[in-house]
């Protein structure tokens, strides 16, 4: 089964629906005025890049790449289907995304998430590849409900698991 990752729409009816359980799960789990996951008009605007893994067509995760500045990108709506969590999907869009930013001559790569257990997988994903704690960036403030985490790239850095992109920006 080969996983395709491209550009996609975040409008799209599959992708709607999950994108609704990202933000309900964020909305259920994380604290008001915490949850700082986008919805679907969010996620639209010029500044984020969306993209979409499908295994045989059909939708299993979805992640994006927010530019803050022309060196500096964020990732974004990073979610996995429940049945595909621990089949290194999740893995791939990081890794893919990470590419894109390269491609684009980011320097660093930073993303905000949560510290409540929900989030612990994805947490340690993100540290396997390289990302470590940061100061909060952007709009992110210091509280005990989110860790920001940041990677330092170089046009030569391949995050751990080889970093090999499936589909170009």
């Known amino acids: 089964?080969?996983?395709?990752?491209?550009?996609?729409?975040?409008?799209?009816?599959?992708i709607g629906a999950l994108l609704a359980r990202h933000v309900a799960l964020s909305r259920e789990v994380t604290p008001a005025g915490h949850a700082h996951v986008l919805d679907v008009d969010d996620l639209s605007t010029p500044d984020i890049t969306f993209f979409s893994a499908r295994r045989d067509r059909v939708l299993v995760a979805v992640g994006a790449l927010r530019e803050l500045d022309a060196s500096h990108g964020e990732l974004k709506s990073m979610h996995t289907d429940a049945a595909m969590r621990g089949q290194g999907v999740g893995r791939a869009m990081v890794d893919h995304l990470l590419g894109v930013a390269r491609a684009r001559g980011y320097r660093r790569v930073s993303l905000e998430t949560g510290t409540m257990?929900?989030?612990?997988?994805?947490?340690?994903?993100?540290?396997?590849?390289?990302?470590?704690?940061?100061?909060?960036?952007?709009q992110?403030?210091?509280?005990?409900?989110?860790t920001c985490m940041t990677i330092e790239l170089s046009p030569t850095h391949r995050p751990a698991g080889g970093g090999r992109?499936?589909?170009s920006d």
């Open 117 to 138: 257990d929900a989030f612990a997988a994805a947490r340690s994903l993100y540290a396997k590849l390289g990302f470590r704690p940061c100061p909060p960036f952007g």
């Open 140 to 146: 992110y403030t210091s509280n005990p409900y989110s």
């Open 1 to 14: 089964m080969d996983l395709t990752i491209a550009i996609d729409d975040p409008r799209a009816d599959d």
């Open 165 to 167: 992109s499936i589909a």
